[in-house]
């Protein structure tokens, strides 16, 4: 296992859509694992494989009782609701905001023996799916703030640069 290099904003890789997971080989169990070193190196909840510089449709989650997990080629099949809640993100490090989710959702993908699951979410771990899937079709949690908000961030961003490695050591995802 190893930690793999975090992408920031800025990267070609995280605007892509990423690519479907045909089969969960040795090697997409290996990115699995160093995307849970990863994830637990840099204190996050959520990392989607474009975070890493991968464009396949691949996350991991904290499950919220310290236990990771992987969902591969993973689609929200139902959402109930709305909850909004501030948000970061490791790709844009620094950066917080109150994003705007569905409260639940369901979801069905395949876990990292390639077996199909369908889980049902709330709350916070809702977030952090959905957030970790907005990677996988290019979108940053920043995509989904009202215009001017948006704007904001992007043009501080554009003038001061993002802040410096040590500064992100919150809830990102
Ligand atoms: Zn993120």
Known sequence: MAVREVRSYGDPVLRQKARPVTEVTAEIRALIADMVETMHHEIGVGLAAPQVGIALRLVVMDDGKGKARALVN????????????????????????????????????????????????????????????????????????????????????????????????????
Request: proline content about 6%; some cysteine.
């Open 74 to 173: 993973p689609e929200i099949t139902d959402r109930r609701g709305s909850a909004v809640a501030e948000e970061g993100c490791l790709s844009v490090p620094g950066i917080f905001a109150e994003v705007e989710r569905s409260e639940w959702i369901r979801v069905e993908a395949a876990d990292e023996d390639g077996k199909p699951v369908a889980i049902e979410l709330r709350g916070f771990l809702a977030r952090v799916v959905q957030h970790e899937m907005d990677h996988l079709d290019g979108v940053l949690f920043i995509d989904r703030l009202p215009p001017v908000a948006r704007d904001r961030i992007k043009k501080r961003i554009q003038r001061e640069g993002l802040p410096a490695e040590g500064s992100h050591r919150a809830f990102a995802l």
